[in-house]
């Protein structure tokens, strides 16, 4: 058995910013996570599929490693994987936490991280050139399989927003994972749990925010955030992959805190999702 804490969308600052329109002290809200979290056990690794910052600032990259690192210390965990997404910039990101794209192993259990941003933008992509580099990995079997770390999941979005700022032409990803050794794909980006089976058995993991959390039941065309965290737990097995979510209770739980009517949902969309084709 192998066993993975998947946490997602930290969103963290530089000290004294806050997310959710100033509302979220979202360093805090992590230490809160993580404390909860204390009696998950021994882990073999933790994965953070993307948007570990909100500002892309160095100290927000810091205080992911010191927070991440010494959770990962403190319960055995020898591998932390991260990966980055569209509110992260490449250049901190790679110099406190390495690179965005890479290949760990854990146990014979091969993790290969994938980098789906795109620059200025929220939605994301994955060009030729690195879904060959993913092939190429994927070549050689693991002895134990292969998990795929992308922050923008193939699976559809649960609201119009994360739909307009989904992964493009995710066909491209399950195809260059057919065939292979790969069992699951470990996303982030929808601030919701979300976990699928694909064609073939591929499991597709979202994990829930630790920042927030994403009403789905929003109105159509809406977009409304309330408080919340949670994680994913992943037990590995020769059965299968089981992902069992994680809701932290924490202050709050619930509150709004925003709303973006269908005007507001669509400029976003105008200024950071996909370009017509």
Do not use: K
Request: hydrophobic share 40%; with cysteine; net charge negative.
């Amino acid at each position: 058995m192998t066993r993975l804490l998947h946490l997602s969308d930290t969103h963290l600052m530089a000290p004294g910013g806050r997310h959710g329109g100033g509302r979220v002290d979202t360093t805090a809200v992590l230490r809160h996570v993580l404390a909860s979290l204390a009696g998950v056990g021994p882990l073999d690794a933790v994965v953070v599929s993307g948007d570990v910052s909100d500002d892309g600032s160095t100290a927000s990259y810091e205080t992911a490693r010191d927070l991440v690192g010494g959770f990962a210390r403190e319960h055995g965990a020898g591998v932390v994987a991260w990966a980055m997404g569209n509110h992260d910039l490449a250049e901190p990101f790679t110099r406190v936490l390495g690179p965005t794209r890479c290949v760990h192993d854990v146990g014979g259990l091969r993790l290969v991280v994938l980098d789906s941003s795109v620059p200025r933008f929220g939605y994301g992509v994955l060009e030729e050139e690195q879904l060959e580099h993913l092939r190429g990995v994927l070549a050689e079997p693991a002895p134990r399989g292969t998990l795929v770390v992308v922050h923008h999941s193939p699976l559809p979005a649960p609201t119009v927003l994360h739909e307009g700022l989904r992964l493009q032409e995710p066909h491209r990803l399950l195809e260059a994972v057919a065939g292979t050794d790969v069992r699951a794909v470990l996303s982030g980006h929808y601030h919701h749990p979300y976990v699928a089976t694909l064609p073939g058995g591929l499991t597709a993991v979202v994990a829930p925010g630790v920042a927030n959390r994403t009403d789905v039941l929003v109105p159509g065309g809406s977009e409304r955030a309330v408080r919340g965290s949670g994680a994913c737990l992943l037990d590995v097995d020769d059965a299968g992959v089981r992902a069992t979510v994680l809701s932290v209770a924490g202050p709050g739980d619930g509150e709004e805190l925003f709303v973006l009517p269908p005007d507001v949902v669509q400029r976003i969309l105008d200024a950071e999702g996909a370009p017509a084709r």
